[in-house]
Nanobody, 121 residues
Framework: QVQLVESGGGLVQAGGSLRLSCAAS????????MGWYRQAPGKQRELVAT???????TYADSVKGRFTISRDNGKNTVYLQMNSLKPEDMAVYSC???????????????WGQGTQVTVSS
């Protein structure tokens, strides 16, 4: 079984920084794309940033220049460095990982449990 464990959320003042981590653990799988999504109260979940296995990165326009996504393939971990946080960044951030299960030869999408990011003005 493959599991995702997120960490790094919390409370920060506007202008501050946080770093989120999401680690995939388990066996008999490989990872394709990894990414972060967020959902604020009353809003739909939206893409924040993604990174493919070959390092291609996509950012939402709203976070470009402030957030940086990276991954450590050896640790099956994706990170989101968030700088210059704004109150409008406040949301539950969830990690998404697209995997290939070697045993069943199937592609699957996994989601983390979500971590709250609160930005005070």
């Amino acid at each position: 079984q493959v599991q995702l464990v997120e960490s790094g959320g919390g409370l920060v003042q506007a202008g501050g920084s946080l770093r989120l981590s999401c680690a995939a653990s388990g066996s008999m799988f490989s990872i394709n794309a990894m990414g972060w999504y967020r959902q604020a109260p009353g809003k739909q979940r939206e893409l924040v940033a993604t990174i493919t296995s070959d390092g291609t990165i996509t950012y939402a326009d709203s976070v470009k220049g402030r957030f940086t996504i990276s991954r450590d393939n050896g640790k099956n971990t994706v990170y989101l460095q968030m700088n210059s946080l704004k109150p409008e960044d406040m949301a539950v951030y969830s990690c998404r990982t697209d995997i290939y299960r070697i045993g069943t030869r199937r592609y699957e999408t996994l989601w983390g449990q979500g971590t709250q990011v609160t930005v005070s003005s």
